[in-house]
T-cell receptor, first 116, second 114 residues
Framework: GAGVSQSPSNKVTEKGKDVELRCDPI?????LYWYRQSLGQGLEFLIY????????KSGLPSDRFSAERTGGSVSTLTIQRTQQEDSAVYLC??????????????FGSGTQLSVL | GESVGLHLPTLSVQEGDNSIINCAYS??????FIWYKQESGKGPQFIID?????DKRQGQRVTVLLNKTVKHLSLQIAATQPGDSAVYFC?????????????FGKGTKLTVNP
């Protein structure tokens, strides 16, 4: 597609349930990022993929959070046993190969996650 | 540690005026900075970037200024328009060619009054 696509756009779940958030990056972008944005706050880094590998997952807040990327394209962020504090907008971004002067990220519109 | 902050959380200007949004960063090793614009319900959109070997860069109606001495970044918007109303984030990349993790500030909400 022309831009970064995320699905679903909105997700309402009950506390304790697992959720999966999907990201389709821009075609040809090898780097993929997940960020979290709480209401009225800045963006909190979660994890970075280069290809299918995740050289930096330092932002994942707990072991309930995991992410994978397959085929160097689509990525899934999984949150297990969701808690109310997980409620936020989860943003995915992609970029061309880092270090080439193309570090700027292109963001999707995000998934609004609400944990009741 | 790494952190990027903003001096003012909100800014209100009249249409046609110039806007200045400020940002302070704490990591002196950061060598790349970006400004993003985020409209309601959308993801952040790239506006302009600057590398640490520069102190000024101009785009269309926007200028970014970098003062490495005091670790300060600013975004200037000329002839502000209602469509410029959004939240503006500055972000820094502490390592060029590394993990490329961008560290974002909390954002400044710009409101343009007609």
């Amino acid at each position: 597609g022309a831009g970064v696509s995320q699905s679903p756009s909105n997700k309402v779940t009950e506390k304790g349930k697992d959720v999966e958030l999907r990201c389709d990056p821009i075609s040809g972008h090898t780097a993929l990022y997940w960020y979290r944005q709480s209401l009225g706050q800045g963006l909190e880094f979660l994890i970075y993929f280069q290809g299918n590998s995740a050289p930096d997952k330092s932002g994942l807040p707990s072991d309930r959070f995991s992410a994978e990327r397959t085929g160097g394209s689509v990525s899934t962020l999984t949150i297990q046993r969701t808690q109310q504090e997980d409620s936020a907008v989860y943003l995915c971004a992609s970029s061309l190969v880092p270090g080439t002067g193309a570090e700027k990220l292109f963001f999707g519109s995000g998934t609004q996650l609400s944990v009741l | 540690g790494e952190s990027v902050g903003l001096h003012l959380p909100t800014l209100s200007v009249q249409e046609g005026d110039n806007s200045i949004i400020n940002c302070a960063y704490s990591n002196s090793a950061s060598d790349y900075f970006i400004w993003y614009k985020q409209e309601s319900g959308k993801g952040p959109q790239f506006i302009i970037d600057i590398r640490s070997n520069m102190d000024k860069r101009q785009g269309q109606r926007v200028t970014v200024l970098l003062n490495k001495t005091v670790k300060h970044l600013s975004l200037q918007i000329a002839a502000t328009q209602p469509g410029d109303s959004a939240v503006y984030f500055c972000a820094e990349n502490p390592v060029l060619g590394g993990s490329e993790k961008l560290v974002f500030g909390k954002g400044t909400k710009l409101t343009v009054n007609p």
